[in-house]
């Protein structure tokens, strides 16, 4: 049984982060998250991400260092956040409700997907 790796990307641009609401499935939708998706199999979480941005927001970006720790979400499914830079594309809400720019000190206001609450430290850090 192989581990699905779930990626997710901290866009940060002037002290911002970019958070993405979902739409789907019901009992998540509505709630706050850092986006991305799930690494096909034999994809690299850079390249997973890469695509899954690109799909979702319509960015290019350069995927830098992991951020937090792996997030265990089941038995066999693993979240994992990384530093993301934009290096193309405009930011546009392709698969999500919406997308909201926010500062250090709006963190704590936001309803997350369980999950990602996990990275609220290294996030609040991340935005010093």
């Known amino acids: 049984m192989s581990l699905q790796i779930v990626v997710a990307g901290a866009l940060i641009c002037e002290r911002r982060l970019l958070v ?3 739409a789907r499935p019901p009992e998540l939708a509505g709630l706050w998250e850092l986006p991305g998706g799930k690494a096909a199999p034999g994809e690299s979480d850079a ?3 890469i695509r899954e941005l690109r799909e979702e927001l319509g960015v290019e970006v350069e995927v830098g260092e992991q951020l937090g720790s792996d997030v265990p979400l089941t038995a066999t499914m693993t979240l994992r956040a990384y530093r ?5 594309g405009t930011v546009v809400a392709l698969d999500h409700r919406s997308l909201r720019w926010v500062s250090r000190a709006e963190l704590d206001a936001l309803a997350w997907v369980p999950a990602d609450t996990a990275w609220l430290p290294d996030l609040t850090a991340a935005l010093a």
Do not use: K, T
């Not at 993301?84 to 193309?88: E, M």
């Open 20 to 22: 993405a609401q979902r």
């Open 47 to 49: 390249d997973a991400l």
């Open 84 to 88: 993301v830079r934009q290096i193309g």
